[in-house]
Structures are given as structure tokens and as C-alpha cells.
């Protein structure tokens, strides 16, 4: 019986592999790009006041224009462009996806990226083309024009800064894709928060670009919040295929409260970025290693002297989990570090030492 329901499937699916989440219990968590600060109980205690006059035996509001204003006032852009709103940024991915879903159609992006461009493509059956970075993870912006020539690409995906190597690409190159794409361009910006640079302010003047940003860097990863920011027409026919009441009303909720005390996000920003700093130039002078400078909230690092995955399994050992990513294509003997407290980014270090050692 239930081999006869597998073959109701597509046949795709026995290709795909499960998103992996490993368990973190009892460990220090280094491997998902979380902010590793809570709140004050002072703004806590407000925030349970606020959620607990939420009507749970009511949908929520299907199209939350009070919260997107409140986004536009933070973040921009303040022009004419629209918002659409998701449950975390892979929802926004996957809507983006099923809409240029059809015959002939095509995404790219580039490699090493963000995995769940081409896995969503995969699982939608949409096909993805990916060129490579160059050995310094810059954007080859010849071979992602003659890509762009070759297959017509209805969606481009590039992370800025990109993940999981954590720099900011030449400006003029993604322009130069900007303005000889013939389809949509999307510029996520998950690690904006962290970065020193943002394209918030050229939407207006590309009406191809789509800007796609999360609240989970900030320090609210459990509310599954995103967002998409683009031309108001465009956003307005995304919105036809966006699920009814896909934001929760403890997520738009959270969400205001957070927007309501964004100052307290940014000085944590700040002190992410302070730490990144500290915990780089830590890496700097550990032999064996090589850290590549960051715009994000991680640090990749490629392991010269040992075996990536070995220095990872002795990592685990001693509770640290951090983010083997050696595995992955351009990204051979590299492993991926979230920028912890002080005291996580330090026993990280002394365990790394410690397994360079073994």
C-alpha cells in the first residue's frame, strides 16, 4: 500500500535530500547565524504584555499594511515600491520560484551561495544554471553575463553579503546584471544588519530588483518573519499566489514590538560587529587556518593544515557546533563560524586550537 503511494509522487522527490537541522542540545551553538543575545526582562515583560491581547480565535490580518509601513519607516525604501510579506525569507523564495514556474523557465545564481536557491528550484522542478565564484568569492561578472545571454534567467538569487562566505560584491558588477537582465533580480540582504552596504536605495531606479530581507539575523529567527521589497506592480501580481494569513498574529505582533524597540536590535548589531572584529583577528593568528573577511555575522574559515571535517568531528567533541560546509562546491576544507558572545567565540577558539593540535 504505501509503495503504491510513493509512486503517486513525482519522481523527483527520491533525488531530494531532507534540510538538515542538527541537534544542538547541550552544545555551543555556532552554526546558524543566530544572534546570541536574548532580551532585557524589562522589554520581555512588555512583549508578553502585548502579545497576550492578541485575538488567537481570530485569523490574523491577511495583508498587514501597518506593519509594512512600519518596516519602510526602518529599513526603506520609502518610495513607491510595495512590500510582500513571508513566513521567514524561504517562503518569499519559494513564492518567487512558482511564479516564473513554467515551461522554458529558468533561475540563476552563483556558487558557493546560498543553498536554497537551487534546492527550492529543485523541489519545485524549476531548472537553476549556477556559475561559479572566483577564487577570491567575487562575482565573475563576465560568466554571469553570458549566462544571462545564453538562458534568458526569469529569476537571478544573489545574497549580498553572500553566504557562507560572507563578502560584499563589486557593486558596478551586480548593476552591470541589473541592467542586462531581462527578468527579475533578487538582492538578498538576510545579513544587511551586519554589513556596510545595502542596495535599499537603487529599488526605484530598477524595476527588475527585488529586495529580499529576514528579521532571523536580528535576533528573531523563531518568528519566521521576512520580507520582499520591489516595484509596487510586480509585488502587487507576487501577492496573487501568497498563501491567505501566512503571517501569524503573534509573528506581526512580535514583529511591531521589535520594530517599536529597534534600538535595542541595532546596539546588538554593534556589538555583533564588534565581535566579529575581535573574533577575526583571534582567527589572524591561530597557523593552520585562513579566515576571509566578513560582512555578516560568520566567518568562514579554510583549514590548511588538518582534514576540514576531522578538525569539525574533534570541534563536536568538546561542544562546539559549528557549520561544516567543506562539502560544498568551491568550498573545499572550509568551515563556517556564527559570530557567538565573547565567552562562545572564546571556547570556540581554544577548541579549535585544540583540535589544530591534535
Known amino acids: 500500500m504505501a509503495n503504491d503511494m510513493l509512486s503517486r509522487l513525482r519522481p523527483e522527490l527520491t533525488k531530494l535530500q531532507t534540510y538538515a537541522v542538527p541537534d544542538a542540545t547541550g552544545l555551543v551553538k555556532l552554526d546558524a547565524m543566530e544572534n546570541p543575545f536574548t532580551w532585557p526582562v524589562a522589554m520581555r515583560t512588555k512583549w508578553l504584555d502585548r502579545i497576550s491581547h492578541a485575538q488567537i480565535n481570530r485569523y490574523p490580518e491577511p495583508n498587514p499594511e501597518h506593519l509594512k509601513q512600519k518596516l519602510k519607516d526602518q529599513f526603506g525604501p520609502r518610495d513607491s515600491c510595495d512590500m510582500l510579506l513571508g513566513n521567514g525569507s524561504d517562503e518569499l523564495i519559494q513564492l518567487l520560484v ?131 521589497a520591489g516595484d509596487a506592480a510586480l509585488i502587487s501580481e507576487l501577492n496573487k499566489i501568497r498563501l491567505p494569513y501566512n503571517i501569524n498574529q503573534l509573528t506581526q505582533l512580535t514583529m511591531e ?38 560582512e555578516a555575522n560568520f566567518i568562514l574559515i579554510k583549514v590548511l593544515t588538518h582534514d576540514a571535517s576531522i578538525v569539525f568531528d574533534h570541534l563536536l567533541k568538546q561542544k562546539v557546533l559549528i557549520k561544516n560546509v567543506s562539502k560544498q562546491t568551491g568550498l573545499a576544507q572550509c568551515l563556517r563560524i556564527t559570530v557567538g558572545s565573547k565567552e562562545e567565540n572564546k571556547i570556540f577558539c581554544d577548541a579549535l586550537i585544540n583540535a589544530l593540535s591534535s
Open 98 to 228: 512558482l511564479a516564473i514556474a513554467k515551461p522554458g523557465a529558468c533561475i540563476l545564481t552563483v556558487s558557493p551561495s546560498f543553498s536554497m536557491y537551487q534546492m527550492i528550484a529543485e523541489m519545485i522542478g524549476v531548472e537553476c544554471h549556477v556559475v561559479a565564484l572566483d577564487e577570491n568569492y567575487q562575482l565573475d561578472a563576465t560568466a554571469m553575463l553570458a549566462a544571462i545571454n545564453k538562458y534568458d534567467p526569469a529569476l537571478i538569487f544573489l545574497a549580498y553579503p553572500n553566504n557562507p562566505t560572507g563578502n560584499l560584491w563589486d557593486r558596478g558588477d551586480i548593476q552591470t546584471i541589473l541592467d542586462s537582465s531581462q527578468g527579475m533580480v533578487v538582492i538578498d540582504e538576510a545579513y544587511g544588519p551586519f554589513a556596510a552596504d545595502s542596495f535599499t536605495d537603487d529599488l526605484a531606479k530598477n524595476n527588475n530588483m527585488l529586495l529580499l530581507r529576514t528579521a532571523s539575523k536580528l535576533g528573531l529567527a523563531a518568528i519566521r518573519f521576512g520580507w520582499l
Open 257 to 294: 514590538f521589535a520594530l517599536d524597540n529597534y534600538a535595542m536590535f541595532a546596539e546588538q548589531a554593534d556589538t555583533i560587529r564588534s565581535l566579529r572584529g575581535s573574533l577575526f583577528g583571534q582567527l589572524s593568528a591561530i597557523e593552520g587556518i585562513k579566515p576571509f573577511a566578513s
